[in-house]
């Protein structure tokens, strides 16, 4: 029996999912994932290394990682990618002057090979802060085109507008990602 069939079946008697968070620093990831627990979403300081957070989703355990994103942080990442089943990587939809430097770490890492066949959730953060309909629709399609979502070969993709603060399509988002992994890794239990 090799490793990644021994790996698989502790998976399916744990029923655990890991999910690397990224994105560059502000984005809201910390945010995002205290909205998911139910926590106080109003204070939130700068992740200065990472934070593992176990969410119950259905009949799964999420355990994630919300990696810090600051420039200084950033070659560390590596470490953080054995094992991961999902990425989800959070852009500020505020601050779309960075997008050139997103694009860049999103590259980096989808070039990983351990990262290979892990889904892809592109958050879309700080949408509410945009009301215009269609200037939302225009800043997903910057985003979207920037990143060259459609051009990831190695992994599933989908991307997201959302709000931490709100709520806003977080529970779609995480729920496309679950079953990503699920019907990857999952699919024969």
């Given amino acids: ?46 992740t200065l290394g990472f934070n593992i957070r176990t969410v119950p989703w259905n009949e799964y355990s999420l355990i994630i990682w919300d990696v810090g994103g600051q420039s200084s942080l950033r070659p560390f990442w590596r470490n953080y990618f054995e094992k991961t089943d999902a990425i989800i990587w959070v852009v500020d939809a505020t601050a779309l002057d960075r997008l050139q430097d997103c694009k860049t770490e999103l590259d980096n890492i989808m070039q990983e090979d351990r990262l290979t066949g892990a889904g892809l959730l592109v958050l879309v953060n700080k949408i509410d802060a945009i009301s215009d309909p269609d200037e939302r629709e225009a800043v997903i399609k910057i985003v979207t085109n920037k990143l060259q979502i459609d051009q990831i070969k190695n992994h599933t993709c989908k991307i997201v507008p959302c709000s931490a603060y709100t709520g806003e399509n977080l529970t779609d988002g995480l729920s496309w990602a679950v079953n990503e992994v699920k019907n990857r890794l999952f699919k024969f239990s």
Wanted: hydrophobic share 40%; charged share 35%.
């Fill in 1 to 46: 029996m090799g490793l990644l069939t021994t790996l698989r079946k502790q998976k399916l008697k744990d029923r655990e999912m890991r999910i690397l968070m990224l994105g560059l620093d502000n984005a809201g990831k910390t945010t995002i994932v205290k909205h998911i627990l139910g926590e106080d979403v109003k204070e939130v300081s700068p």
